[in-house]
């Protein structure tokens, strides 16, 4: 339906499909390479994060039709759920540019970290994802909980250094995280990262923060401590899975860096 209504419009429409994990990064690099001016991500976080890792560095445009669980992306930029109505957008080609993230070899537009949401995502089965959708990860995080122990992290930014314990370290492009506002005044296009470390106790307080993610009141206050900065790097003595826009990307010790302005995206006028 999508290439038809596009192809309408007088575009050249080429379709591929990404069937396997982190194939959307070559068949985007391929689409780049051949001279395409736009690519259209068609599905969720999980395949714009792939998309945006295949345009990094280049001028193509990217359009979004989404097609996932969380469309967390689209709802940051306000593009329709419909896809119809994305299409329309699209075709109106009204272009921002935004920043993204760079974490190791990949790159983000919402968020990457380290912590207990990341080894939920790890455990998380992709088979009960595409079941139950999110309620997969609520069903991971209750398992892994019990044995769950915040850890020591040093984190050296271009503003602060310092050992830190914590039950996670999101570094936040986006002030959306996991569907709900982990904290307001968050940029898409300031050239900065909110650093966003959650502290807490074993067992209670990631209980406490986890429902409190699930029904998005956000987390408490006294449970975050934040800093802007433009460069960060995270290590720890103990084992830590990096993940980045709902997929795990690495292990520690992971480097992140703004790519100020470093994509160009079909949004809605406003």
């Not at 009141?217 to 993940?243: C, D, M, Q, Y």
Request: proline share 4%; aromatic share 6%.
């Amino acid at each position: 339906m999508a290439k038809e209504y596009l192809s309408r419009a007088g575009n050249v429409v080429d379709i591929e499909l990404v069937p396997q994990p982190s194939s959307g990064i070559a068949a985007t690099r391929r689409a780049v390479a051949e001279g395409c001016e736009a690519v259209v991500a068609c599905g969720g976080d999980g395949t714009l994060r792939e998309v945006v890792c295949g345009l990094a560095g280049s001028e193509a445009i990217m359009g979004v039709i989404p097609l996932g669980i969380g469309n967390v992306v689209a709802t940051d930029l306000g593009i329709p759920m419909r896809p119809l109505d994305a299409c329309r957008t699209i075709l109106e080609r009204n272009v921002r540019r935004i920043d993204i993230g760079r974490c190791g070899s990949n790159h983000f537009i919402l968020a990457a970290g380290v912590g207990f949401d990341g080894e939920v995502i790890a455990q998380t089965s992709l088979e009960l994802k595409s079941k139950v959708k999110n309620l997969a990860y609520i069903y991971a995080g209750v398992r892994h909980l019990p044995r769950f122990k915040p850890k020591n992290y040093l984190v050296e930014t271009d503003t602060f250094s310092g050992e830190i314990n914590a039950i996670a370290i999101v570094v936040c492009n986006s002030y959306r995280y996991g569907g709900y506002k982990l904290k307001r005044g968050i940029s898409i296009a300031d050239g900065l990262f909110d650093v966003c470390v959650i502290t807490g106790k074993p067992l209670l307080d990631p209980l406490r923060i986890a429902l409190s993610v699930v029904y998005r009141w956000g987390v408490p206050r006294r449970n975050l401590l934040t800093f802007k900065a433009r460069r960060v790097k995270i290590a720890s003595s103990e084992e830590g899975i990096v993940h980045n826009d709902g997929d795990v990307v690495g292990r520690l010790p992971m480097d992140f860096e703004v790519v100020e302005k470093g994509l160009s995206v079909i949004v809605p006028r406003r």
